[in-house]
């Protein structure tokens, strides 16, 4: 009677399988002895219906009223229906009695299909587009975030969380790693970008709108007050370079000449704005701006220098220290629980949170936001959810699926015993009773 009453788990007689009793974890022993109970009260039933037919027939013998033939033909017929489902709930698990019934062990033989309808029955009626869509819509999820995020100390928590994630992630990455691969980012964004005809655009309007004046006063001006006050360097220099066999007092006197024509030249261009100077330095601005916008020579010269200065390695250094210097600065910020860093994101966090709770616009758009989101993963990689709990089961063993789904259902199942006693003996009793009614 023990596959009747408590059929042997497959792995109840494992030696040492672990983490309890089996193998099997609290809760699966806290089901488990559920479903033993229902199994001795599904059997009670049974021996119940076989006790009372045998007092039925034993009575109906003594000569016992029409009486014993009603209880007699329920009792038969709850013991008919107790063995009928006994038979079908015993089938998905095992072969009853050990013997090789065709269609018995449902569940281990047919793991694999099983396993495949059920991927294939999730992924038609909870990862559809139109399912999660819906259900989307329904669920409101901006404005339930919205009413989140305000009540007090939520904006705080979602904050934590992202300055733990951050560190987290920080932690992970590698230095070496991510400073490869930010300084071959810029390089490969600045080398890509043409700055030569930009500077020349730049620069041509910089000539047209007279941008370059003011630096040519501020030259002009420094180059007259320097000259004006290192009187003797520029005498010195002009002494120095004079022919050696000129007299000492022609030199002093070239020297002193020269000087004051630079003095009145620095003050000539100074002065006056139509000066040749300037409209020679207004030339050269726009011919340069003009070839670094169409000569191709110019154009290639100044690329070139782009490529030369990025590859420099102390640019590359440079560029590299930049993520090692925002690393730092993200870690302090994300620990401190006062930066500046999570203040700000506590009261962007704030500000949204009531941008969702009273504008219906931003409700709207971040509802079809989520959905589309959500609809994009779900329609991309069905396939791959489905196929997870495919391969999950397909991986399981046989026994110990059988043995999984037992223990989370069997309880209920007995209750198919149950009801199949009662309902058979009420049934056996109905048909009795007609048949006495009709002779």
């Keep these: 009677m023990k596959d009747l009453a408590e059929p042997a788990s497959p792995v109840e007689s494992r030696p040492g399988a672990g983490r309890g009793g089996g193998g099997r974890t609290a809760a699966e022993e806290e089901k488990l002895r559920g479903v033993r109970r229902m199994k001795v009260i599904a059997t009670g039933f049974l021996v119940f219906a076989v006790v009372l037919f045998v007092l039925a027939r034993w009575a109906e013998a003594r000569g016992a009223g029409s009486w014993a033939g009603y209880v007699q033909a329920a009792a038969e017929a709850g013991m008919v229906g107790a063995m009928a489902d006994w038979f079908a709930v015993t089938a998905l698990f095992r072969r009853p009695l050990g013997l090789p019934i065709p269609h018995t062990a449902i569940i281990p033989t047919r793991k694999d299909a099983l396993g495949r309808n059920l991927g294939e029955f999730v992924g038609e009626n909870f990862l559809s587009e139109s399912v999660v869509r819906q259900r989307l819509s329904r669920m409101e999820v901006s404005r339930r975030a919205g009413t989140w995020l305000a009540a007090p100390g939520h904006a705080e928590r979602v904050t934590d969380q992202l300055g733990a994630l951050a560190r ?3 932690t992970v990455l590698r230095d070496e790693d991510v400073q490869s691969v930010f300084a071959h980012a810029i390089t490969r964004r600045v080398s890509a970008q043409a700055v030569a005809q930009p500077i020349g655009e730049l620069l041509d309007r910089m000539v047209r709108e007279g941008a370059h004046h003011g630096l040519v006063d501020l030259v002009a001006d420094k180059a007259h007050d320097w000259l004006e006050q290192h009187r003797d360097a520029v005498l010195r220099v002009v002494s ?9 007092f022609l030199d002093r006197q070239i020297a002193n000449k020269v000087h ?3 003095v009145r030249f620095a003050g000539a261009v100074r002065d006056d704005p139509e000066h040749p100077a300037r409209l020679a330095v207004d030339n050269f601005l726009a011919d340069v701006a003009r070839d670094l916008q169409h000569d191709p020579q110019m154009i290639a010269q100044i690329e070139g220098l782009r490529d030369r200065t990025i590859a420099h390695p102390a640019v590359q250094e440079l560029i590299a220290s930049v993520w090692s210097a925002a690393r730092a600065m993200l870690v302090e910020a994300t620990e401190d629980p006062n930066s500046e860093l999570r203040s700000r994101v506590t009261v962007a966090l704030r500000s949204l949170a009531g941008r969702l709770a009273e504008d219906p616009r931003v409700r709207g758009k971040a509802d079809r936001w989520i959905e589309q989101a959500v609809a994009y993963v779900v329609t991309t990689y069905r396939d791959e959810i489905t196929a ?10 046989p026994k110990e699926t059988s043995r999984k789904i037992e ?5 209920d199942l007995q209750f198919i015993r149950i009801n199949g006693t009662v309902v058979g003996a009420l049934v056996g009793l109905l048909i009795h009773t007609v048949t006495q009614v009709t002779g």
């Design 168 to 170: 987290a992630a920080l």
């Design 240 to 248: 120095e370079e004079s022919p050696g066999w000129a007299p000492r």
């Design 260 to 262: 004051r024509e630079l």
């Design 388 to 397: 997870l709990i495919t391969d999950t089961v397909g991986a399981w063993d």
């Design 407 to 411: 223990i989370n259902v069997g309880r």
